[in-house]
């Protein structure tokens, strides 16, 4: 990884490629000098502009869950106590120390939210996701370095990150081989213009911020889980595994995910039939009933993310934990980060294991991604 501090614009331009444009970033990821951190498939991500007037539009929506809230295409996960944090050799320094949790019982959706879902929501609301809106320099310039120069307005327009794969193998070390911002990509054109999710009912929705999930589970009269919550619905009642299903690699024996099989990002043999998103329940659920706990989307988690938090709960076990109190990631001082969860179809385990249990990743609210959703839980 190269050392250097770069400033997080969002903005996009369009270079020549021999004789195809492709959009690239112009800035990156706020880094700390002498960083060796692995990268992965949603790591090195630059945050997107803050939309204004986002937190009041998503967190005082009329609460009208009570007139929604059910529990049908839920499962329930028992109360229990389980061993939090890393589980082998791939684990990263935020996941130690390994600790004892305990959780109250809680019901949580069997898949993540589709596109049918979430296009209910904004059927019986009009909200307008964060990437459907015009971002706001003066919120954006709160998460930047001072002294941070504003853009000009002509790239303060609605877009959102996806995935573009390469020809060819590239520096992993360099995100913007691979991920571009798209002006009108959304949740209706996951892919940017041109895109649509017609067909698509049953994939999970995608290019949502974590405002825009919260707005969804108001609205639904559930919630986001907590990481806590969340790993231990992923272990689906297994002790100290790796993976949702036990400790089979997940590039051995059946496909058990939808994750990248091959050479990330240029060569992707799909031998799990998928080369992007799959349909909800494309694979086996875990002891709990859930699917698509690994792979697939990465999935956001109600906790501010902080990489020292397990390190703050001390040996003697905690109980129904909310996260830290304070964002905080040393790559990018400045922004305030959420917890995600789960891995994504963009995952291979020869440099990303977002799939495992115990694989903590984040990123800033106000953040839309091609590989990015959620799913909600109530108690």
Known sequence: ?????????????????????????????????????????????????????????????????????????MVWVPAGTFRMGADNQQAEPDEYPKHDVTVDGFWMDKTEVTNAQFAKFIKATGYITTAERKPDWNELKKQMPPGTEKPADSLLVPASLVFVPADHPVNLDDYAQWWAWKTGANWKHPHGPGSDIKGKENYPVVQVSWYDAVAYSKWAGKRL???????????????????????????EG?????????????????????????????????????????????????????????????????????????????????????????????????????????RRMKTTEDSGMEHLGFRCVSN
């Open 1 to 73: 990884m190269k050392n250097r501090i770069s400033i997080l614009f969002g903005a996009i331009l369009f270079a020549a490629c021999g004789q195809q444009e492709r959009p690239v970033t112009i800035a990156a990821l706020a880094q700390v000098p002498g960083s060796k951190k692995k990268v992965c498939c949603e790591s090195n991500l630059p945050g997107r502009f803050k939309a204004a007037g986002l937190s009041s539009a998503a967190l005082s929506l009329p609460d009208t869950g009570s007139a929604h809230a059910s529990h049908a295409g």
């Open 254 to 358: 059946q496909p058990k995910a939808n994750t990248w099989e091959g050479s990330f990002p240029y060569k992707n043999t799909q031998r799990d039939r998928y080369y992007y998103l799959a349909p909800v329940s494309s694979f086996k659920p875990n002891g709990y009933g859930l699917y698509d706990m690994a792979g697939n989307v990465w999935e956001w988690c109600a906790d501010l993310y902080n990489n020292n938090y397990y390190k703050t709960l001390g040996t003697n076990g905690v109980k129904n934990p909310k996260g830290a109190s304070k964002s905080n990631d040393p790559d990018e001082p400045y922004a305030i980060k959420r917890v995600v969860r789960g891995g994504s179809f963009l995952c291979n385990d020869a440099y990303c294991s977002g799939y495992r249990v115990s």
């Open 225 to 251: 889980p907590t990481e806590a919550e969340w790993e231990r619905a992923a272990r689906g009642g297994l002790e100290d595994k790796v993976y949702p299903w036990g400790n089979e690699k997940v590039n």
